[in-house]
């Protein structure tokens, strides 16, 4: 009965993530009595905080900037000393369970705080009334949207690397909306005592007996809140320690299952382990790590390797990656999630100036700012993902693996030299056929048929040659993306295609003028 559950956990969460079951192997079940531990510290910082006030009552004081700088002077003094104002708290931390106090520390803690209203200087322009576009960081340019800044550029850069901001159109700076041009502001200062803490929950197996061929486990924090709330943890001490440190333990006595597996796919064995009589995980298998590997491979190698250019493999691993639900699942959500990071990283404060040393090119600059929303956005993805997968990969797999999506995603655009060169040969084949047919043929037909082979070659060329019409198609019929042209360079192909229909027309009324003329 104890190996049919734990397996039947574990068989649960590999179906979970789509795994066959077929393909895997499972040993005995091993048990032993352990002791879990949670230790939980909590510490203070000072907190300060602004917020803008858009409109006041008139019961409400507003003071001068000079009387709020003494105000933050005299409550940070203030807080430093009144230990008074933690004691009560933390003395209350004692009556609550390990469950309440895992609860507590996930959320926002702040004791004691004062307020105070003051117009101000607004405290993203200084007073200038202008800021830094948000959007190049204040260098009026941004990184090639169709190249990403890679070496030689394209025709749409004019091979240096980077386009004008849309935003600012090259001017640099913006009107500040925090303070709506004005240069002042009200402010709303809030300080007060923020409460934070860190937390860890550790095995130790308590028969001896089971020393040697019992593993020891390392708790997932993805596991923590399940284990707080289903097991009961009785508090074993609570003190102060350095820099008034409150620490705090709890423990209980349980029962540890540990079940080995073999994945056919993966070449070494994997364990999962459980507690208590409801099988409650202690820590996931990360199958996913393995499972996940050679994808992650091809999407850095479509990227930024050798593959960015090959539009075909990148409509291969499009479909693929389409037809895997979690990762679909994220690319629904990812132009929400990508302008909810742009959004973000605008309403920052601070020059991108101040962590970009000096000696850097602006390609250079340009490209760690893309670099960074990158960052972000995969760290956002990667939050999603661990949660759509039960936690069934790493967190820092996770996070690889989704950089290299926001990677790939984001090299969509690229075009390789030899997509030119392919436009610039047809275009040209096309106009010398033109001229061709049109001077030595007066036939109305030889008059239609140019244009219309034009259109033809330029819908094949797009689609069977270039891909660019055959990727635009795959991501539309996938319904991940609503405003494709975000992510595809369609406007290349529509651009050159209009290039040589409008040739085509103009070599005909030339040739047209020209045989009219002489003859």
Same mark, same amino acid.
């Given at each position: 009965?104890?190996?049919?559950?734990?397996?039947?956990?574990? *068989?649960?969460?590999?179906?979970?993530?789509?795994?066959?079951?077929?393909?895997?192997?499972?040993?005995?079940?091993?048990?032993?009595?352990?002791?879990?531990?949670?230790?939980?510290?909590?510490?203070?910082?000072?907190?300060?905080?602004?917020?803008?006030?858009?409109?006041?009552?008139?019961?409400?004081?507003?003071?001068?900037?000079?009387?709020?700088?003494?105000?933050?002077?005299?409550?940070?003094?203030?807080?430093?000393?009144? &230990?008074?104002? &933690?004691?009560?708290?933390?003395?209350?931390?004692?009556?609550?369970?390990?469950?309440?106090?895992?609860?507590?520390?996930?959320?926002?803690?702040?004791?004691?705080?004062?307020?105070?209203?003051?117009?101000?200087?607004?405290?993203?322009?200084?007073?200038?009334?202008?800021?830094?576009?948000?959007?190049? !960081?204040?260098?009026?340019?941004?990184?090639?949207?169709?190249?990403?800044?890679?070496?030689?550029?394209?025709?749409?850069?004019?091979?240096?690397?980077?386009?004008?901001?849309?935003?600012?159109? *090259?001017?640099?700076?913006?009107?500040? /909306?925090?303070?709506?041009?004005?240069?002042?502001?009200?402010?709303?200062?809030?300080?007060?005592?923020?409460?934070?803490?860190?937390? +860890?929950?550790?095995?130790?197996?308590?028969?001896?007996?089971?020393?040697?061929?019992?593993?020891?486990?390392?708790?997932?924090?993805?596991?923590?809140?399940?284990?707080?709330?289903?097991?009961?943890?009785?508090? $074993?001490?609570?003190?102060?320690?350095?820099?008034?440190?409150?620490? +705090? /333990?709890?423990?209980?006595?349980?029962?540890?299952?540990?079940?080995?597996?073999?994945? @056919?796919?993966?070449?070494? /064995?994997?364990?999962?382990?459980?507690?208590?009589?409801?099988?409650?995980?202690?820590?996931?298998?990360?199958?996913? =790590?393995?499972?996940? #590997?050679?994808? $992650?491979?091809?999407?850095?190698?479509?990227?930024?390797?050798?593959?960015?250019?090959?539009?075909?493999?990148?409509?291969?691993?499009?479909?693929?990656?389409?037809?895997?639900?979690?990762?679909?699942?994220?690319?629904?959500?990812?132009?929400?999630?990508? =302008?909810?990071?742009?959004?973000?990283?605008?309403?920052?404060?601070?020059?991108?100036?101040?962590?970009?040393?000096?000696?850097?090119?602006?390609? =250079?600059?340009? %490209?760690?700012?893309? %670099?960074?929303?990158?960052?972000?956005?995969? @760290?956002?993805?990667?939050?999603?993902?661990? !949660?759509?997968?039960?936690?069934?990969?790493?967190?820092?797999?996770?996070?690889?693996?989704?950089?290299?999506?926001?990677?790939?995603?984001?090299?969509?655009?690229? &075009?390789?030299?030899?997509?030119?060169?392919?436009?610039?040969?047809?275009?040209?084949?096309?106009?010398?056929?033109?001229?061709?047919?049109?001077?030595?043929?007066?036939?109305?037909?030889?008059?239609?048929?140019?244009?219309?082979?034009?259109?033809?070659?330029?819908?094949?060329?797009?689609?069977?040659?270039?891909?660019? +019409?055959?990727?635009? #198609?795959?991501?539309?019929?996938?319904?991940?993306?609503? $405003?494709?042209?975000?992510?595809?360079?369609?406007?290349?192909?529509?651009?050159?295609?209009?290039?040589?229909?409008?040739?085509?027309?103009?070599?005909?009324?030339?040739?047209?003028? +020209?045989?009219?003329?002489?003859?």
């Amino acid at each position: 009965m104890r190996s049919q559950s734990i397996n039947g956990k574990l *068989q649960h969460l590999l179906r979970s993530i789509k795994l066959n079951l077929d393909e895997v192997n499972f040993y005995a079940p091993l048990r032993a009595d352990v002791r879990l531990v949670f230790k939980i510290n909590w510490f203070f910082e000072i907190e300060e905080k602004d917020r803008v006030v858009a409109a006041t009552t008139s019961k409400e004081t507003v003071e001068n900037e000079e009387t709020l700088s003494n105000f933050v002077q005299e409550q940070r003094k203030d807080l430093k000393k009144s &230990r008074e104002l &933690r004691r009560p708290f933390l003395d209350g931390l004692e009556k609550r369970s390990a469950r309440e106090l895992f609860l507590l520390a996930n959320r926002v803690n702040r004791i004691s705080p004062r307020h105070m209203m003051a117009e101000c200087l607004c405290p993203d322009c200084k007073g200038r009334k202008k800021i830094q576009c948000p959007n190049c !960081s204040g260098y009026g340019v941004i990184l090639c949207p169709s190249c990403q800044g890679q070496e030689g550029g394209c025709s749409f850069c004019q091979r240096n690397g980077y386009v004008e901001c849309p935003t600012c159109r *090259q001017s640099k700076l913006v009107p500040c /909306t925090t303070c709506n041009a004005q240069g002042r502001a009200i402010i709303n200062k809030r300080i007060c005592l923020l409460a934070k803490s860190t937390s +860890l929950l550790e095995v130790e197996i308590s028969n001896s007996d089971a020393l040697a061929s019992f593993p020891v486990p390392v708790v997932d924090y993805a596991c923590y809140e399940e284990l707080l709330s289903s097991l009961f943890f009785g508090l $074993k001490s609570s003190e102060y320690g350095e820099n008034d440190v409150y620490k +705090l /333990t709890y423990a209980v006595k349980t029962s540890c299952n540990a079940l080995r597996f073999d994945v @056919r796919s993966i070449p070494q /064995t994997m364990c999962f382990f459980a507690v208590d009589s409801k099988f409650i995980p202690l820590c996931y298998p990360h199958v996913l =790590d393995y499972t996940y #590997e050679l994808l $992650k491979i091809r999407l850095q190698e479509c990227g930024v390797g050798s593959l960015s250019s090959d539009v075909k493999a990148k409509i291969e691993l499009f479909s693929e990656i389409v037809n895997k639900p979690f990762l679909c699942s994220l690319l629904k959500g990812y132009e929400s999630d990508y =302008d909810r990071v742009y959004r973000h990283q605008k309403s920052e404060k601070g020059n991108s100036d101040n962590f970009i040393p000096k000696a850097y090119s602006l390609k =250079d600059r340009l %490209a760690n700012i893309v %670099a960074s929303r990158k960052d972000s956005l995969a @760290r956002l993805l990667s939050r999603k993902l661990l !949660s759509h997968t039960n936690n069934m990969m790493t967190e820092e797999f996770g996070q690889e693996f989704c950089y290299n999506l926001v990677n790939f995603i984001s090299n969509l655009k690229y &075009r390789g030299v030899a997509t030119r060169r392919i436009w610039d040969y047809l275009t040209l084949f096309i106009w010398g056929m033109t001229f061709f047919l049109n001077f030595f043929s007066h036939n109305l037909l030889m008059f239609f048929l140019p244009p219309l082979i034009s259109i033809m070659l330029s819908i094949f060329t797009s689609y069977y040659i270039t891909r660019n +019409l055959k990727l635009y #198609e795959v991501v539309m019929f996938s319904r991940t993306f609503t $405003k494709i042209s975000k992510f595809l360079d369609t406007k290349y192909d529509m651009l050159r295609s209009s290039v040589m229909f409008f040739g085509v027309l103009f070599i005909e009324t030339l040739v047209y003028v +020209l045989t009219q003329k002489y003859y």
